[in-house]
């Protein structure tokens, strides 16, 4: 049982009809011609685990930040966050969760707080990795307002391959930390805006697990917890 827990994970529902899609292929292909059949079948298997959906152990200790999203950190800068999320025009550490095609892409809550604004806006498919991506590309940007007064704003970017944005709540939706908050499907990035004062705990290239891969500490205090791979 451990053994078929560590390699099946659960998917999520947004995934059913793209499985459901390229199974369909594969049986057209497979009557056409078996090589690509199989070429099919191994498709459907990697969209099946592109939409995996594993449970993840959260910290406990109050006062730190996850990673909202499995990647690589591919970038962390000073940079002012999407306007359209009206926050002041004032730099902030952002860090940046590059995630390819074979990463999970649920993004989970990386603080608890209550969503204080959503907003979309359209834009290029450039490079994810790439720093103008932050600016040029399609995006979907929200706050969490945390209860000690401070935000922290969180954006989803679409990438080269990456053609839909979903997110999954809404203006005052409150969220636990490391609550499932959207998905961005096939390759892409999540950006975070730290509040002002607080340095990432993290470095240039460090691989990250959503809802438990320690971002920063609110604290200032310089422990992190650890992190698990699927």
Not at 73 to 100: C, D, H, Q
Not at 139 to 155: N, Y
Not at 209 to 214: D, L, P, R
Request: hydrophobic share 45%; proline share 7%.
């Amino acid at each position: 049982m451990t053994m078929i827990g560590t390699v099946i994970k659960p998917m999520h529902p947004e995934g059913r009809k793209f499985v459901a899609a390229f199974a369909a292929a594969t049986v057209v292909l497979w009557l056409l011609w078996e090589p690509l059949g199989w070429i099919g079948l191994g498709l459907t298997i990697w969209c099946y685990y592109f939409f995996r959906d594993p449970v993840r152990v959260v910290p406990l200790r109050e006062g730190l930040v996850v990673s909202p999203a499995d990647g690589v950190v591919s970038l962390i800068e000073p940079a002012v966050p999407p306007a359209e999320l009206g926050m002041p025009a004032t730099p902030l550490t952002r860090v940046s969760v590059f995630m390819n095609v074979f990463n999970c892409h649920v993004n989970r809550a990386p603080v608890p707080g209550t969503v204080g604004a959503v907003a979309y806006r359209p834009g290029k498919f450039l490079n994810a990795s790439l720093d103008k991506a932050s600016e040029d590309n399609e995006r979907m940007s929200l706050t969490i307002d945390m209860a000690d007064g401070r935000s922290l704003a969180v954006v989803q970017i679409a990438g080269l391959v990456a053609r839909r944005i979903v997110c999954f709540v809404d203006k005052g939706r409150r969220l636990d930390v490391g609550e499932r908050f959207g998905l961005i499907r096939f390759g892409s990035r999540v950006d975070v805006y730290l509040p002002e004062g607080v340095e990432p705990l993290v470095a240039l290239g460090q691989t990250m697990i959503a809802g438990e891969t320690v971002l920063a500490d609110l604290t200032g205090e310089r422990s992190a917890g650890g992190q698990r791979r699927d």
